[in-house]
């Protein structure tokens, strides 16, 4: 019987190093993002910088992004998009829209901007006519008419399955005007 303590003593050891082992492959998983982007790091890392957060996702990473569609960056996106503007709309052909983030660690409330914003300007392989993107705001308007430049499931719906060429992500610093 002197080797039965030293029997539980190892099933203890051998517990632990299981969930040690569970608890360091749940974390990995946790980084990698929903489309499969093994390169995507956690918001949670990042200690609430959305520039870096979103420069290191995708900007940096955006060789994942190219050629898949709009809707699996969003998918990855763990903020929320405040709005978004179409480039260029005085031509009849858009190829470039922008997310706004606000970049603050407190909060993403406007109140709290500090004039300081975040853009994610995504360039798509195939332009939209302008026709296209005046249709999407008027119906913003009507389904959502006190939030009508706030960011909406219908841009969602609009751009998802459009094809990203190219993605840049920017500070603008509007605090010093």
Known sequence: MGGLPSVFFNMKKLVLFISLVFAIVGMQAQTTAKSGNTAYVSYSTFNKDTLSYLKTNFDTNKAFYIGKSVSTLLGDLELPVLSSMADDLISNQVTVFCLEFISTSESFKRSENQ???????????????????????????????????????????????????????????NSQQ
């Open 115 to 173: 004039g300081k914003e975040v853009l994610m300007y995504i360039t798509l392989n195939q332009a939209i006519p302008s026709a296209d993107i005046y249709a999407l705001f008027n119906q913003i308007k009507v389904a959502y008419p006190n939030n009508s430049l706030d960011w909406t499931p219908l841009h969602n719906t609009f751009y998802g399955g459009r094809i990203i060429k190219d993605i840049q992500v920017f500070l603008i610093d």
